[in-house]
């Protein structure tokens, strides 16, 4: 994430320290900080998908602007992850990984034999109840502080 939306995953780790800071003013919060020490991803949720064809959707916790990082796993050949609002249809073979906006696009994926989907993704209420700030849409502005 850090190199394909820099501000979501300063965003992340944000969140993740305010988690750290105030988990005894978070509901049910006495296990969090033992949790966090275990949490190594800047993203507020993971959802693993097992053995599931998934129907094309969009994914509603996130917001517009972030990107959702998926991962293919398994043992299976062929298969393919689409973008029908696009027209596009792409391998989503074992290792694949892709990144793209889940709430913007229309998604799904078909991938026969046995396989996982780890997918990566931010929960924009957690970002907005911690006060952090909001990240913006991706761009190449994004990345002028490191071309010099």
């Known amino acids: 994430m850090s190199i394909v939306h820099p501000e979501l995953y300063t965003a992340g780790i944000k969140c993740l320290k305010a988690l750290n800071d105030h988990a005894d003013s978070i509901h049910k919060g006495e296990a969090l900080p033992a949790l966090l020490k275990l949490w190594s991803s800047p993203f507020t949720a993971i959802t693993a998908i097992s053995n599931r064809d998934t129907p094309h959707h969009r994914d509603n916790g996130s917001a517009h602007e972030w990107l959702d ?13 689409e973008f029908p609002g696009l027209g596009m249809r792409f391998k989503y073979d074992p290792g694949t990984v892709v990144a793209f906006t889940g709430r913007v696009l229309r998604h799904g994926a078909n991938c026969p034999g046995d396989r ?10 957690v970002v907005e109840e911690l006060g952090i700030t909001k990240p913006s849409w991706v761009n190449q502005s994004s990345y002028s502080r490191y071309s010099d």
């Open 69 to 81: 990082i998926l991962v293919a796993l398994g043992d299976y050949d062929n298969g393919q992850i």
């Open 116 to 125: 996982a989907c780890i997918v990566h993704h931010m929960k924009e209420r």
